[in-house]
C-alpha cells in the first residue's frame, strides 16, 4: 500500500512512530500542502496514494485534500470533518443538535461587540471563534478583564462559554477508529503546576463519557480525533473537539493508526464525511 502524510512535519512522534510500523511492507511518503512545489494530485507522477493521512489544516491544506478527494482518494480525516471543528461556533452548534454534553456557547463578531451588549456573567471563557495555533483562549474574570483583552484582539471574531468550576484539569480523550485513549493535562486557564499530561486510561473513566467521546466522532464525522472533557460535579463536559491531534506517548496510538490507514487503504474503511443539514 502506499500512505501519504499531508503534514509540514512528518517527523511528529505519532507520526514517525506510524512510518515504521508501515515501512516494513508498505511506501510511506509525505507532502507538505502549503508547499508550493507540491503539484496537483491530478498531476502527481505516481499517480494517487492508497490514502492520506491528513495532520494540517492550513486553507491550503484543506482544499489540497478537497481536490484528493474529488479524485476518489480517501483521506482520513475528511477535509468537510476537519474545517467543521475548526469553527468554534459550528462545532457547538453540531454537538448541541447531537445530544452531546457541550458547553453553552454564544458568538460575537469581535470583542467590542461582546462589550456592547453589557456585561455577561462572569467569569467566562473567551476563546478565536476560528480554531489555530496561538488563537486567544483566556478567561475574564470582569469587565476590566474582558476590555484587556478587547485591546490586544481588537478585530477578533470570538465566542464566549460561561466558566465551569472544575478541578483545573482537563481530561484528553483521543480516538484512533475504534481505540481510545486517555490523559489528564492541566487546564490552560488553571495555575501551573509541574509535570505533564499524567496517565489516565479509559477504563478509569465511566461508560457515559466514552459515549459522549464516541457520539463526537459520530457528530463531526471524525476517524482520528480528540475531545477535551471537564469533570463538572461528576458529569462531563466537552469543551473542545479537535481533528488528528499529536496523541504524545500513548501506548498503542502508533500501532492503531497504522491499522487504521491500512483499513481505509484497502477500502475496508471509509472515511466519515460530515451530513449536511
Keep these: 500500500m502506499r500512505i501519504c502524510l499531508l503534514t509540514p512535519a512528518p517527523d511528529h512522534p505519532l507520526l514517525a512512530a506510524a512510518t515504521a510500523l508501515l515501512t516494513p511492507r508498505h511506501q510511506v511518503e509525505w507532502q507538505d500542502p502549503d508547499d508550493p512545489g507540491t503539484p496537483d494530485p491530478a498531476l502527481a507522477p505516481q499517480g494517487l496514494a492508497d490514502v492520506y493521512l491528513l495532520k494540517t489544516r492550513t486553507p491550503r491544506a484543506l482544499a489540497h485534500a478537497r481536490r484528493l478527494e474529488e479524485l476518489g482518494a480517501p483521506v482520513l480525516n475528511s477535509a468537510a470533518a476537519t474545517a467543521l471543528v475548526q469553527d468554534r461556533t459550528a462545532m457547538a452548534e453540531t454537538a448541541l443538535r447531537a445530544g452531546l454534553p457541550f458547553v453553552t456557547t454564544d458568538t460575537a463578531p469581535t470583542l467590542a461587540h461582546l462589550l456592547d451588549r453589557g456585561a455577561p456573567a462572569y467569569p467566562v471563557v ?6 489555530r495555533r496561538h488563537d486567544l483562549v483566556a ?3 470582569d469587565a476590566a478583564a474582558l476590555r484587556a483583552l478587547a485591546g490586544r484582539w481588537a478585530d477578533e471574531p470570538v ?36 509535570g505533564g499530561t499524567r496517565p489516565l486510561t479509559a477504563g478509569d473513566l465511566p461508560a457515559s463519557w466514552l459515549d459522549a467521546v464516541r457520539g463526537a466522532g459520530e457528530a463531526f464525522a ?3 480525533y480528540g475531545v477535551d472533557l471537564l469533570d463538572v460535579a461528576g458529569r462531563p463536559l466537552i469543551v473542545d473537539v479537535n481533528a488528528f491531534p499529536g496523541i504524545r506517548g500513548r501506548e498503542g496510538a502508533p500501532e492503531a493508526l497504522a491499522a487504521l490507514a491500512l483499513r481505509t487503504a484497502g477500502g ?6 460530515p451530513v449536511t443539514v
Design 159 to 194: 465566542v464566549v462559554q460561561p466558566f465551569s468550576a472544575n478541578s483545573g484539569w482537563d481530561h484528553k480523550l483521543w480516538v484512533v477508529g475504534d481505540r481510545v485513549f486517555a490523559g489528564l493535562r492541566r487546564s490552560e486557564l488553571a495555575t501551573p503546576v509541574p
Design 139 to 141: 478567561r475574564a474574570d
Design 126 to 131: 473567551v476563546k478565536s471563534r476560528h480554531s
Design 268 to 273: 475496508a474503511h471509509a472515511p466519515r464525511v
Design 222 to 224: 471524525l476517524d482520528v
